[in-house]
């Protein structure tokens, strides 16, 4: 069983900047992909960027609307993964959420996720 907690979030203005944090129980990247969901009011969950540890390398993928504003980084020692939110805007308040499950891609279902992490907010006001 596989738990995922989250740090960081919060309230900031836009053009700003926040990092979010995820802390894995065991060698997460071992096994399994790890991401960043969001689902704002209304809306659908979507995968913003997601992280997978072969080889010795991290690769990455992001949601278009987020590359180059947006980081994930993998600490393999630490069994954690975050995210550095840079350039803010307000449609990119949400509710973000760490998952992890042995596929993530931009295509993959957030209902076929197997795990979650409780979901931190994030605000950017205009």
């Known amino acids: 069983q596989v738990q995922l907690v989250e740090s960081g979030g919060g309230l900031v203005q836009a053009g700003g900047s926040l990092r979010l944090s995820c802390a894995a129980s065991?060698?997460?990247?071992?096994?399994?992909?790890m991401g960043w969901f969001r689902q704002a009011p209304g809306k659908e969950r979507e995968l913003v960027a997601a992280?997978?540890?072969?080889?010795?390398?991290?690769?990455?993928d992001y949601l278009d609307s987020v590359k180059g504003r947006f980081i994930i980084a993998g600490d393999n020692g630490k069994n954690s993964m975050y995210l550095q939110m840079d350039n803010l805007k307000p449609q990119d308040t949400a509710i973000y959420y760490c998952?992890?499950?042995?596929?993530?891609?931009?295509?993959?279902?957030?209902?076929?996720?197997?795990?979650w992490g409780q979901g931190t907010q994030v605000t950017v006001s205009s």
């Open positions: 998952a992890a499950d042995y596929t993530l891609i931009p295509t993959t279902p957030p209902g076929s996720v197997t795990y």
């Open positions: 992280i997978k540890f072969r080889g010795s390398i991290f690769y990455a």
């Open positions: 065991g060698r997460i990247f071992s096994k399994y992909a």
